[in-house]
């Protein structure tokens, strides 16, 4: 799996002891482990550890309430790997370029950092794209290979300081990587750390949004892709994907928690959801999590694109016209995360100039990293961190019909918002 984590180590397998929290980089099905990730508790634990035939273990130094055994010094290649090492090798390669200047060399390192994170996205977006594909006749391999995304997301949101959330929905990234399930994963994940959710709920958590909508796998695409609204028994055959899911992953032996998450992420606080119009009280606060990722993705993301609400639309309606079908503390937590401005937003400056909001800054929501909008050409425009540049403010959050026409094209180009989670800007 790949490591996403800051300040994780590897060890040799006979540094392994209580107290070490560790990940184990296998398939679900490859070890006795309830999760992959975990602090050592017992010897018995290490026992069946060092079985598994593995020769070096990734542990988490911050996590650990002990430190590994001395080496014997067999694997001599036993280095760190923070998340940011070869972040910080291209800007040491940027700031020995006398030939640049310094706003130069500040663009260049940002587009670098969005171009990694791009590529993390697309990795990840790939792996969603098989596990939808491998569902209905290799389940078990579907699930198999949604732990390993889940856990690898995990680790390195749940272990991070700040993160950030990015729109990936610049020229680079076409609406064919658009993964609706990838982005309920990530702005789950996102809401999860800033309720403080363990480690062990938000794998399953992680579990429960990367595999909720598999029951659709059986659903005619004529309804799935149907722009007009669903009639009366079209929506009675659309509502039974959450059941055909189940059943699909109770032949994988899928935990029960797992299920009881997919099962609710069509009901809502107000009893008004489906299948078992449950209340607020009896639906699992993980769950209320999901419903909430999942009603924003669907409104950003519709399947008629001429529907689609901007991000900050979005949260506009889900707070002034849909609260009363959400867990209101949880609602106001996701809209905080997102913040008041969120990824993918068209805004305008005080320079009266155009840009969309790239992510996130956690701790200055109100000065998030931007990228200008050129209406003269189709490049690129200028990247700003808000922070760094104190004359400029956002004074306005736009709809697409308050674009010039050439943006306005521009921005229908791109139908579709996905979003990923790193820290390479922040």
């Known amino acids: 799996m790949p490591n996403h984590a800051s300040d994780t180590f590897y ?5 392994l002891q209580i107290g070490l929290y560790i990940h184990l980089d296998l398939g679900w099905m490859d070890h006795p482990f309830s999760i992959s990730n975990f602090k050592v508790t017992d010897e018995s634990q290490i026992e069946t ?3 598994l035939g593995l020769t070096q273990l990734r542990y988490d130094p911050r996590r650990s309430s ?4 001395r080496s014997s010094g067999k694997h001599d290649n036993v280095v760190e790997f923070p998340m940011r090492k070869a972040f910080s090798a291209k800007l040491d390669v940027i700031d020995d370029s006398p030939e640049l200047s310094a706003a130069q060399r500040q663009q260049l390192a940002l ?24 569902s209905t006749e290799h389940p078990d391999q579907a699930y198999g290979l949604a732990s390993n995304v889940v856990l690898d997301l995990v680790a390195s949101t749940l272990t991070e300081g700040d ?37 062990e709920d938000a794998i399953i958590l992680g579990m429960a949004a990367i595999l909720h909508d598999i029951g659709k796998r059986q659903i005619s695409d004529k309804i799935l892709l149907k722009k007009d609204p669903l009639s009366v028994r079209e929506t009675a055959i659309y509502q039974t994907h959450v059941l055909l899911g189940l059943n699909m992953l109770k032949e994988v032996s899928v935990p029960k928690k797992i299920l009881s998450i997919i099962g609710q992420h069509h009901e809502f606080a107000d009893g008004s959801g489906y299948p078992k119009g449950l209340h607020c009280d009896e639906i699992d606060p993980l769950s209320h999590i999901l419903i909430i990722a999942n009603m924003y993705d669907n409104l950003c993301n519709p399947s008629n694109p001429a529907l689609a609400k901007t991000p900050y639309e ?11 079908q959400f867990d209101q503390t949880i609602l106001r937590r ?12 068209v805004i305008r400056l005080s320079d009266q100039k155009l840009a969309t909001v790239l992510s996130t800054n956690p701790q200055q929501p109100l000065r998030p990293f931007i990228q200008l909008l050129n209406d003269s050409t189709e490049e690129d425009g200028e990247i700003i961190d808000l922070r760094e540049t104190l004359d ?12 010039p026409n050439i943006l306005q094209r521009m921005m229908r180009q791109k139908q579709r918002t996905s979003y990923f989670i790193d820290k390479v800007t922040v």
């Not at 002990?66 to 055994?69: G, V």
């Open 49 to 51: 550890i060092k079985s």
């Open 163 to 199: 993160i950030a959330i990015h729109a990936m929905n610049g020229h680079r990234i076409g609406d064919q990587h658009y993964q609706h399930e990838l982005n309920i994963l990530v702005l789950s994940m996102l809401l999860a750390k800033n309720l403080n959710v363990s480690d």
């Open 111 to 134: 587009k670098q950092a969005i171009t990694e994170s791009e590529q993390k996205f697309l990795k990840a977006s790939s792996d969603v794209w098989n596990i939808q594909k491998m």
């Open 314 to 324: 979005a949260l506009s309606v889900m707070f002034a016209q849909q609260r009363h």
């Open 11 to 15: 060890i040799d397998i006979e540094q």
């Open 66 to 69: 002990s430190t590994p055994l």
């Open 392 to 403: 400029l403010n956002i004074i306005q959050c736009l709809k697409p019909e308050q674009l």
């Open 334 to 345: 996701f809209i905080k995360c997102l913040g008041i401005y969120p990824p993918g937003s």
